[in-house]
């Protein structure tokens, strides 16, 4: 009923960039929040940066300082922009969207995950 694509992962070099995007389509009436999340090989998912509906946004410590979100509510999209990226950053970033559909129920939906390697 959701769908969520993300692009722009990829291998960078220790201090450089990246930019992840993320767009939800289908049966969408609402999307309370939208943020992504990421796992490392051995570890638990963890949280990186979720914006809300009403433009609260919410960072990791590890992000804070380096990553920054944003929103295209008419299309739907989040943004995650990556600088000063380190090689503890990689992992599989995975966008999450907290969506109401349109016969009304609210879910959790996940995109389909995208692999960010820092390394020189």
């Known amino acids: 009923q959701v769908q969520l694509v993300e692009s722009g992962g990829g291998l960078v070099q220790p201090g450089g960039s990246l930019r992840l995007s993320c767009t939800a389509s289908?049966?969408?009436?609402?999307?309370?929040?939208m943020g992504w999340y990421r796992q490392a090989p051995g570890k638990q998912r963890e949280l990186v940066a979720v914006s809300t509906s009403v433009g609260t946004t919410n960072y990791a410590d590890s992000a804070k300082g380096r990553f920054t979100i944003s929103r295209d509510s008419a299309k739907n999209t989040v943004y995650l922009q990556m600088n000063s990226l380190k090689p503890e950053d990689t992992a599989v970033y995975s966008c999450?969207?907290?969506?109401?559909?349109?016969?009304?129920?609210?879910?959790?939906?996940w995109g389909q995950g995208t692999q960010v390697t820092v390394s020189s």
């Open positions: 999450n969207a907290r969506v109401r559909i349109l016969r009304g129920t609210v879910d959790d939906y």
């Open positions: 289908g049966s969408i009436s609402n999307i309370y929040a």
